[in-house]
């Protein structure tokens, strides 16, 4: 069984430019994800697949990985994630991909081995990190998990809303090509607190980020 730690990259990010390479402490952000997946035992191997070959210049030395390139299209802001899976699963023939996005810098090995573990046993065919939130919460312009007519419960005493963190997904290969989707209707949640869980996707995210690592509140 073939397992490979999957890392798309694009350089040219709209809300943040360069923000894979950008520095994040003493290191250019992309590798931390790549230290976590060489961490992970069970992974075969770990592919940047990204059309610019220049970030490979960023990556620390000792770390393995193999280098993929593709296509310029998947970097236009019009390409959605079944997109670039689709394209490289058609490269690849892996059997379970573990998709790990730079931009979550703080996700653990033991967090990427337990959902892969879940995925090998097949106990689960998906499997993502996530956070819950015990917050009131609108959508569409009515509360979400609260109601109006009743009284305000504590926050405490409310039911969680689950937010994939959208940085990690295990999925068998099958899943994506049946479904085009990274979960099944069978996935193993990981609930993962705020600061393992972080995303990166603005300046302000980046920031907070410095702030986690200054401060030591990860790893």
Known sequence: MRIVGFI????????????????????????????????VELIDDSIIFASEPSIVKYIEKGLKYTFMERPPY???????????VGEFLKREKAEIIVLLH?????????TVSEC???????????AFAAQEVRRFAWYQGKPLNYSLEKPIPRTQD???IVFEQSGLYVFRREVFVTQAQ??????????????????????????????ILEKQLVR
């Open 8 to 39: 798309p990259s694009k350089l040219n990010s709209e809300r943040l430019p360069q923000k894979n390479v950008r520095m994040l402490g003493n290191t250019p952000l992309v590798n931390y994800v790549m230290r976590t997946l060489n961490k």
């Open 74 to 84: 998947l970097d236009t802001n019009e390409a959605k994630v079944q997109d670039f």
């Open 102 to 110: 730079i931009t979550s810098p703080f996700i653990k090995p033991e």
């Open 116 to 126: 892969l573990k879940k995925v090998i046993s097949g106990e689960n065919d998906s």
């Open 158 to 160: 409310m039911e969680p």
């Open 182 to 211: 990274r979960i099944s209707s069978n996935p193993f949640i990981k609930l993962v607190n705020a600061f393992e869980g972080h995303d990166i996707d603005t300046l302000e995210d980046f920031q907070l980020a410095e702030l």
